[in-house]
């Protein structure tokens, strides 16, 4: 009884493996060799365990109760082959990768498709300011855009020649921060505390970004515009 039910599932396994690469011999050999080596693994196991279980010779019932012992896990190999970029049998490197990278736009496109989106932009972070969120990232910023990921990055670098998404940031918060500085109703505000509410999350982040833009450290800005208005009040 043992030696006909393993003969069957040795039977099954083997058509079941001969099927699959017959039906998906083209998109095997684009596969990874990893996996490609473990059906031809799992094809000749399942040849060995046929020979074993139709040899008319005697067999130990422990040997056919381990033979039979392994066919589960066969199945469950083969359930996990067929499923969707199972064990990496189809491409999924080249698809993901496809669908991770953005169409190829030419320099004309950027120009006439953009112009929408980058108003869009412009209104978030200068009516909105989105900016002043510290947790603010380029997906949040595609969602509340209603646009791909892909299509905001590609705006911010190559329409509006920014290095990144968080040099755009920094654009913003520096700027509102430097006019601040120079506000007379903000003069007893203590810098970091307008830092914060421009959306910078670390003191030391917004230091080395107001001096990448400005040059000087932000009490020296401040300082600056002090020493200017003061002599324009006094002439006045």
Known sequence: MIHQAT???????????????????????????TALSLVCLTWVIAAILLHAVLVPEPVHWLHSLGIAALFPVLLLLNLAICRPGGLGLTPRDSVSAGLSQPPQESREQLTDDYGADTDLLRHAMES???????????????????QHE?????????????????????????????HRLQMCQDATLPIAAIARDAGFA?????????????????????????KVKVPQAQST
């Open 7 to 33: 003969s069957l599932l040795a039977l099954s396994q083997m058509l079941f493996t001969v099927l699959y690469f017959l039906i998906n011999a083209r998109t095997l050999l684009q596969a990874r060799h």
């Open 128 to 146: 909105e300011r989105l900016y002043a969120d510290p947790a603010l990232t380029i997906g949040r910023l595609a969602r509340h855009l209603g």
């Open 150 to 178: 892909y299509r905001v990055r590609r705006l911010i670098n190559k329409k509006l020649n920014y290095r990144n998404f968080n040099h755009y940031l920094n654009h913003y918060r520096i700027a509102e921060v430097a």
């Open 202 to 226: 670390s003191l030391s982040s917004f230091n080395k970004a107001f001096r990448e833009i400005h040059g000087v450290t932000p009490s020296l800005f401040r300082s600056a515009a002090v």
